[in-house]
């Protein structure tokens, strides 16, 4: 690998800036992290801090030369300037979470007893209180302004940078995306897509429905946001942290979340906030999050 901010053989330059020492983990684990966020611990009393405007975003799309399409539902939760989001099953969010949401403080909203409100509004907090920026330890990723398959592949790449096992190995993929396989495929990496909805995915692969159950097979774990929502995340970290295996995160959901759990068993993270890249077809930026220079990988992607 080529050292940090010089050109590969081929003249590719090193895609991602990491520190120089491994990162120290702000907290534990997540339940860890909501309980310094209720004390103030980064950032301001969540007590004082009210959400001004709730929102649900829904997509559908199907892009051309693929057999499926799918469905999007995302509820977003507005805090001064910053926008945190969690993603949600089509239809399930009842009408009157949003309007529970609006005045309401974050504190409250820790408290909520839907886990998508939860995460929004911790998700907001933390972008509110630690923004996407290099101070934070964010690293932009461009996004080329073009259709959305062009920009689902585009930040395919850029997500599959950060996973840094060698072809060959196998890597759970928890929250399938036709773009992020292909991505992997394309480095010779076996991938065991997994997702609560199941089907095949556009190889026709059988897509498994419990993640927890395809761990120990897995020599690596690539997860969605989503996991954050619906609470497969922490079993997720917990068992890589356990046995050293690399985590990856590819983040609509809880984009600002996350990096703060950086050291604790996530390797790295994809951030997208709010508005994510299906909705304008100019161009955009991801924030990747690398915890050490073990990880900061090229742009075609590195090998461990």
């Known amino acids: 690998m080529s ?3 010089q050109e590969t053989a081929d003249g590719g330059a090193v895609g991602i800036v990491a520190a120089d020492r491994p990162a120290r983990p702000v907290a534990a684990g997540l339940p860890d992290l909501v309980r310094r966020v209720r004390a103030g611990e980064l950032g301001p009393d969540p007590r004082t801090q009210k959400i001004a405007v709730a929102f649900t975003t829904s997509q559908a799309v199907r892009h051309e030369g693929r057999s499926g399409g799918y469905r999007n ?4 939760l507005r805090l001064g300037s910053a926008v945190g989001s969690c993603a949600v099953e089509p239809g399930v ?7 529970e949401c609006v005045g309401a403080d974050v504190a409250t909203l820790l408290d909520h007893p839907l886990a998508p409100v939860r995460t929004a509004a911790l998700d907001a907090y933390l972008m509110h209180a630690l923004p996407h920026t290099p101070a934070n330890g964010a690293r932009p990723w461009e996004l080329p302004a073009g259709d959305s398959l062009a920009k689902s592949r585009a930040r395919a790449r850029g997500v599959a940078g950060l996973l840094a096992v060698a072809p060959g190995r196998t890597v759970l993929v928890v929250g399938v995306v036709n773009s992020l396989l292909e991505a992997l495929h394309a480095r010779g990496l076996v991938c065991v897509p997994c997702d609560l909805k199941g089907g095949r995915t556009e190889w026709g692969e059988p897509i498994r429905t419990d993640a927890l159950a395809e761990l120990d097979a897995c020599d690596a774990v690539l997860a969605s946001g989503m996991t954050l ?9 917990a068992h890589c942290e356990r046995h050293g295996k690399p985590l990856v995160m590819f983040a609509q959901t809880g984009s600002a979340v996350l990096p703060r759990l950086l050291g604790a068993g996530v390797s790295a993270v994809c951030a997208e906030p709010y508005p994510f890249f299906w909705l304008d077809g100019g161009p955009g930026v991801v924030h990747r999050y690398t915890g050490d220079a073990e990880y900061a990988l090229l742009d075609r992607g590195g090998d461990r």
Do not use: Y
Request: charged share 15%.
């Open 3 to 5: 050292p940090l901010g």
């Open 73 to 76: 539902e995302v509820l977003s």
């Open 93 to 99: 969010l009842p009408a009157a979470a949003i309007d």
């Open 229 to 237: 929502g619906n609470g497969t995340f922490e079993p997720l970290r």
